[in-house]
């Protein structure tokens, strides 16, 4: 089945600090999702990316879906301390006249901020 | 986006009984999902639960260790039987609104 690479695993950062995370998959996929998930909570969307290329802004973050649709990206610039949590992106394909169909996630990614 | 209602948030269980989560959300959808989130480790689909219709499992996951109910389109349970401490994990209920999916904040389980 599909599986996706996100790196890096953990990252341990100062405060201000720009932060980059990405996921490559062996398939292509039609979206791509950032969400973030804090300590006993359910992971939150932060970013949707429906089209190859496209780039997509929400506050300091800032993500890309890859153009050959394997890959994505995700910045966070001038990290904070509630940035602190675990990163996840995730990849959809679905087919047909669904608009939903099953998600693969990353492993995640650690982020810590050092105030 | 849609409002997830989780219940219970967590949970100890001996081994060997079962325990069944709820999933309420605030408007009706087609289509809810469960996942599992080992410790550490990333989400899992265990299966999708369309209403009125038998739930579609993934690959690992067969119904009569996770039974899944949908009565209608706006509930769904599903259920860890015969219990392990292999079973120990967060336990999440995601329904898809906007282009996106929404995630309930879990169920923690942990069996002794």
């Known amino acids: 089945g599909q599986q996706l690479n996100q790196s890096p695993q953990s990252m341990f950062i100062q405060e201000g600090e720009d932060v980059s995370m ?12 950032w969400y973030k998930q804090d300590p006993g909570e ?27 649709r394997k890959d994505s990206f995700l910045n ?6 509630s940035d602190v949590g675990i990163y996840f992106c995730a990849g959809q394909l679905y087919a047909g ?19 | 986006s849609a409002v997830i209602s989780q219940k219970p948030s967590r949970d ?16 009706q959808v087609t289509m809810m999902f469960w996942y599992r989130q ?10 999708t639960a369309n209403q009125g219709s038998e ?25 860890v039987s015969n ?11 995601s329904v898809g609104t906007g282009g996106g999916y929404t995630f309930g904040s879990g169920t923690r389980l942990t069996v002794v």
């Open chain 2, 83 to 93: 219990m392990s401490p292999e079973d120990s994990s967060i336990y999440l209920c």
């Open chain 1, 22 to 33: 990405n996921c490559t998959s062996s398939s292509i996929f039609n979206t791509w999702l």
């Open chain 2, 55 to 79: 739930a579609t499992y993934e690959s690992g996951f067969v119904i009569d260790k996770f039974p899944i109910s949908r009565p209608n389109l706006t509930f769904s349970t599903l259920t």
């Open chain 1, 76 to 81: 966070i610039s001038a990290s904070i301390p």
């Open chain 2, 38 to 47: 080992q410790p550490g480790q990333s989400l899992t689909l265990i299966a």
């Open chain 1, 97 to 115: 006249g669904t608009s939903y169909g099953k998600l693969t996630f990353g492993q995640g990614t650690i982020l810590t901020v050092h105030p």
């Open chain 1, 42 to 68: 359910g992971p939150v969307l932060l970013i949707a990316l429906y089209k190859a290329g496209e780039l997509t802004s929400n506050g300091r973050l800032t993500a890309q879906f890859g153009i050959t």
């Open chain 2, 12 to 27: 100890i269980c001996q081994r060997g009984t079962s325990l069944t989560i709820q999933c309420q959300v605030d408007s």
